[in-house]
């Protein structure tokens, strides 16, 4: 988390708070509304670090986001649900 801590800030509150702000704007059925957010609230994708390695990029730092956003996950999903449902 010592490096990825910022993504890792946008991606669990700016992003999120800025989808739900959206649909504020543009309204949409609740339980639309309810699956986009709880999808966005759900950990980088495993695929992000393969997609990394094989153009060269930089993996190591791919696969710290995916073990974190899974750690953050396992805390921030429960508190969308219980502010959702």
């Known amino acids: 988390m010592k490096y990825t801590w910022v993504d890792m800030l946008m991606k669990v509150a700016v992003y999120l708070l800025l989808v739900l702000l959206l649909f504020f704007v543009w309204p949409i059925t609740h339980n639309v509304r309810n699956a986009v957010i709880l999808v966005s609230a759900m950990p980088v994708a495993v695929n992000t670090f393969i997609v990394a390695k094989w153009m060269g990029m930089d993996h ?8 974190t956003s899974t750690f953050i996950s396992i805390l921030v999903v429960p508190v969308w649900v219980y502010i959702l449902f």
């Open 60 to 67: 190591k730092y791919a696969a710290e986001l995916i073990a």
